[in-house]
């Protein structure tokens, strides 16, 4: 026996700040991403044709011009492909590779050139001639609903309580209506994808992707190959945000039709005007809502409309929508409730995931009320928001009927209140705005609440395989995919404690659909929560096994076998990690094992609408001031508090990182980033040059951020953790508010400024155009 003294700690366990594994990489530009793979000898490249009208028939094709282009090999259409022609997630085929027959929006892929480079293949797409004939389109939601275009798929209803009853007993009734627009996901990595074919019907492909599994299936639907022909490679993607959850999929399906038919790697990369046009982004919602209330502003009924503008096919629309009404309450309880949700089909690109899936769009609707409530009552926001919280005696059921069982938004609400100074730095806004009549300002206090599953209850599971090295060291890989936000750190900080050695000893290892099958798409936040638990299993499994073979061999109780940092203790003796498994080696014991986790409790009838489908809710605030120009609308955010619960955090520094750039990303959503389309159904905003995310100008002056690192989950997550990918995008809100007091300055807090989202600098200053001239028509009319 080899005896070691004991060492306190590891290094890089849970509850630590550890650096991202790949953070060095990607600021030194050694991080490989798919376009960095060392291309085999004769490497071919695929561009997608595009569709030049937004809903037409085809008469004719002429690709003489396309084939006649340098460098072009052949043209992929619909008749090459052999299995379908299809990679419909929502399995309602409704959504093909190419189109045959007829497009449905501008920018639709029709064909693929393959060529011997990819400037080859991109020139030579353009050259096709295609013959049309024009049918009606529609690009706006609202137009949709009036030209009777049908629903994507079956609204969602969610119903408590009397809804009639409730708007007779409300003193008040406000109605009103709302756009919140789109959003570009904006990925750093555009789409892409490399396949590489094998013998026989088997074919690898390196995709940029955030549900690998999918991406397999949808490869092997469209080469009408079984799943186990296909095998998909995730290292990491340069971003996602949800837009690589269905959307990789044409590109992986392209580059592995065309692999196989021509025998050698193909590559598919399109230009970033064209993976704009042709993928999905957030969905369009317009709001019509009825809210009934007391005269202190206590809600008494809410009846909305949720319609979203999904385009041309399904995809994930179903789902978004049904989220949107799930976070319409947000912090909130209706005693009489009444949603829904009007899914609405467009001749636009179909859209998809984006990080929070729907939950803004519907928090936002809520707020929105919230906000109305507040004008008519004549208070402060943040009193109407706190007095309709939920808790207390029967007040605690969600409109789809769960229970609200670990509320602590008033701790929060009550902690941010107080740090950022909020109740002395309103008064100091107001009376700013009495004095100063060009510029103005705004500040607002929101809460976040945000349920955590997936909805598709089948998607609440993981697995992971864990294999230990006779020399000590691990591999670790999980079904889950890293795109920048620290699910491979965390999950191997997970296994680090599990064995208790030092995290430098892990490595994590591309996800594959040829190590963990069936995994489910690495979205709606559950990376860590699934994965890590799946990660943990795998890893008890083996110790399980260690510790009977230590007990057998040096005849102890197994109590008395336990790992200790970086040794194994047995008995009063402790032996080196990587020492003792040598030993379990040469006694045969399996240092192999492949761990799973799927999510208790939930359950969801949608029919019914009603059922538990969050197995726990996230919680944070921010409080937001800005400063706005009334002559140009132009406005910037001067301060941002924000207090956020992530639990007992695995990474506070990953998370602190998370919550950050969530905020940003969502401002941005609200404030700059808008989605254009022209009367010809063209996306205009397709370029950096027309679509504008937030730069690190655009960031609050004054950032504060902290972590409620007196929260524990009280469900039994991974360490008691919890989500943080999508929690945070919806303290963004408070900015929009923050715009709504400044405009409504203009006359004295008086009209609800009711602006549209995304708030920019045209938009606040129409709104605060219209309030000012609707203030001096009430001044006319008292005079």
């Known amino acids: 026996m080899n005896v070691m003294q004991p060492i306190d700690r590891i290094r890089g366990g849970v509850h630590e700040n550890e650096r991202h594994e790949s953070g060095h990489k990607h600021v030194s530009g050694t991080a490989e991403y798919i376009d960095d793979i060392p291309e085999p000898a004769g490497t071919l490249h695929g561009y997608l044709g595009l569709s030049q009208r937004a809903h037409a028939d085809i008469l004719s094709i002429d690709f003489d011009a396309v084939s006649a282009s340098e460098g072009v090999i052949g043209i992929l259409t619909a008749d090459d492909i052999p299995g379908e022609n299809d990679i419909s997630p929502a399995h309602k085929h409704d959504d093909p590779v190419f189109a045959t027959g007829k497009v449905e929006f501008y920018g639709q892929p029709m064909f693929a050139v393959i060529a011997t480079s990819r400037e080859a293949a991109r020139r030579a797409a353009v050259k096709v001639e295609v013959e049309y004939r024009d049918l009606p389109h529609v690009t706006d939601v609202l137009e949709a609903a009036a030209a009777n275009y049908p629903l994507v798929i079956d609204p969602l209803k969610l119903e408590r309580g009397d809804i009639e009853a409730g708007f007779a007993k409300a003193k008040n009734i406000v109605e009103g209506e709302m756009r919140i627009g789109g959003q570009d996901h904006f990925y750093l990595e555009s789409q892409i994808s490399f396949a590489i074919p094998g013998e026989d019907d088997e074919v690898l492909v390196y995709s940029s992707t ?162 109305d409530v507040a004008y008519a009552v004549g208070k402060d926001p943040l009193e109407i928001r706190k007095l309709n919280f939920y808790g207390g005696e029967g007040r605690n059921l969600t409109p789809y009927h769960q229970t609200v069982e670990d509320n602590i938004i008033g701790r929060i609400i009550e902690e941010l209140e107080t740090s950022a100074d909020y109740a002395a730095r309103r008064k100091s806004v107001i009376a700013f705005n009495r004095e100063n009549h060009i510029i103005k300002r705004g500040i607002a206090l929101t809460p976040v609440k945000f349920g955590i599953s997936f909805t598709k209850t089948e998607y609440n599971q993981a697995g992971a395989l864990v294999h230990v090295y006779t020399d000590g060291s691990i591999h670790l890989n999980h079904g889950g995919t890293e795109m920048g936000q620290g699910l491979y750190t965390k999950v191997a900080q997970v296994v680090a404690d599990e064995f208790q050695v030092d995290l430098d000893r892990i490595k994590v290892t591309a996800t594959t659909t040829g190590k963990v099958p069936n995994t489910s798409a690495t979205a709606a936040s559950s990376g860590s929560d699934l994965n890590g638990m799946a990660a943990a299993d795998a890893a008890q499994q083996i110790k399980a096994r260690l510790v009977r073979f230590a007990a057998e061999r040096w005849k102890v109780a197994e109590a008395d076998v336990a790992f200790e940092p970086n040794t194994v203790r047995i008995g009063a003796d402790r032996l080196a990690f990587g020492e003792f498994i040598k030993l379990a080696y040469g006694a045969r014991i399996q240092l192999s094992a492949a761990g799973f986790y799927k999510t208790p409790k939930i359950h969801w009838n949608r029919s019914e609408g009603r059922g538990r489908p969050f197995f726990y809710y996230a919680y944070g605030a921010s409080c937001s001031e800005v400063s706005v120009d009334t002559l140009t609308g132009e406005y910037q ?58 730069l690190a100008s655009d960031r609050p002056r004054v950032f504060n951020v902290r972590l409620a690192d007196w929260s524990v989950n009280r469900e039994e997550t991974i360490r008691r953790s919890k989500a943080v990918g999508e929690p945070p995008f919806m303290l963004g809100i408070s900015v929009l508010e923050a715009l709504s007091m400044a405009a409504a300055s203009v006359a004295e807090y008086r009209i609800p400024p009711r602006i549209d989202a995304p708030a920019t600098p045209e938009r606040v200053l129409m709104a605060i155009e219209q309030l000012r001239a609707a203030a001096r028509q009430g001044a006319v009319a008292q005079g």
């Open 210 to 371: 955030q549900h690998p599994s999918e991406t397999q299936h949808m490869v092997a639907t469209v080469l009408g190959v079984p799943s186990n022909a296909v095998t998909v490679n995730v290292r990491r993607m340069g971003g996602g945000f949800g837009g690589k959850e269905t959307q990789a999929n044409i590109f992986a399906a392209v580059a592995a039709l065309a692999a196989k038919k021509y025998r050698c790697a193909v590559k598919v990369r399109p230009d970033r005007d064209d993976d704009m046009s042709a993928t999905g982004k957030r969905h369009d919602f317009h709001v019509d809502y009825k809210v009934g209330f007391d005269d202190e502003g206590r809600i008494e009924a809410v009846d909305a409309v949720f319609a979203a503008r999904c385009g041309f096919s399904a995809d994930l629309s179903g789902p978004v929508t049904d989220r949107a009404l799930f976070h319409a309450d947000n912090c909130y309880f209706y005693p009489n409730v009444r949603l829904r949700s009007k899914p609405l089909k467009t001749n636009t690109v179909s859209n998809t995931a984006f990080r929070g899936f729907g939950g803004p769009q519907g928090m936002v609707g809520g707020e929105r009320m919230i906000e």
């Open 637 to 694: 955010v001067d301060r941002t508090d924000i207090l956020h619960d992530v639990g007992r955090s695995l990474n506070p520094a990953l998370d602190l990182g998370q919550v950050e750039g969530a905020f940003v990303q969502g401002m941005g959503w609200l404030t700059t980033e808008e989605l254009w389309w022209d009367a010809k159904g063209r996306l205009r905003t397709h370029a950096p040059s027309t679509y504008k995310i937030p």
